[in-house]
């Protein structure tokens, strides 16, 4: 069985400091692991995706299969950054992704 | 390029009415994904339409019924409402012929059961 868990639901930085918002997932294969973000009154969007190691909007997120973990880290948080994330899993050949719950994530000034 | 649409994007149905939730595809995506999310919930899975047919579902009955028509549009059909089935329902497109598949999704429809 395939689970997301994301244990914070609430997170909040001050402009400036350090963020991480935690995924820990449970899979028996190799899965792929993504983080969508949901700003306010838009849909969901695609953030990052571990196979494509990029950097998105100053976030990063590495893949660490020995603790099962896909945080996503940015060293410098700005009030654009205030959102609801997702992190999610896809580990069947027909690309079902498994979310967690989510956490909202506030930047404050 | 167009994005994911959903319609219509709010609805009201009374318990064991019926409902049909309609999506269209981003332009060149061969692929429909529809999911549940619940208030406070992530999105869940209910099932995916390729080439026309279901291609994986999630735990959902069989009273949640899609379709998938030639032009990748797609539909989403649930019988005998239930309370339980209040949530916003999101639509993904996606292109599974390259090499990296990326859900896009649509603006969801809320639908409210009473």
């Known amino acids: 069985a395939q689970r997301v868990t994301q244990p914070e639901k609430l997170l909040s930085v001050f402009k400036g400091a350090p963020v991480e918002l935690k995924c820990n997932y449970s899979?028996?294969?190799?899965?792929?692991l993504f983080w969508y973000v949901q700003y306010s009154r838009q849909r969901l969007q695609l953030l990052l995706r571990?196979?494509s190691r990029e950097s998105i909007k100053g976030f990063t997120a590495d893949l660490n299969k020995g603790e099962t973990s896909f945080h996503l880290k940015k060293p410098f948080a700005q009030e654009e950054d205030s959102a609801m994330y997702y992190c999610a899993l896809s580990g069947t050949s027909y690309g079902k992704l498994t979310f967690g719950q989510g956490t909202i994530l506030t930047v404050h000034p | 390029e167009t994005g994911v649409t959903q319609s219509p994007t709010h609805l009201i149905k009374t318990r064991g009415q019926q409902v049909t939730l309609r999506c269209s595809s981003q332009s060149g995506h061969n692929t429909v994904s529809w999911y549940q999310q619940a208030l406070g919930q992530g999105p869940q899975f209910i099932f995916q339409y390729y080439r026309e047919e279901e291609n994986g579902r999630g735990n959902f009955p069989p009273r949640f019924s899609g379709l998938q028509f030639p032009n990748y549009s797609s539909e989403l059909n649930v019988n005998a409402l239930e309370l339980d089935d209040s949530a916003l329902y999101l639509c993904?497109?996606?292109?599974?012929?390259?090499?990296?598949?990326?859900?896009?999704f649509g603006p969801g429809t809320r639908l409210l059961v009473l």
């Open positions: 899979y028996s294969g190799s899965p792929e």
């Open positions: 571990h196979i």
């Open positions: 993904a497109s996606s292109d599974t012929r390259g090499a990296q598949e990326t859900q896009y």
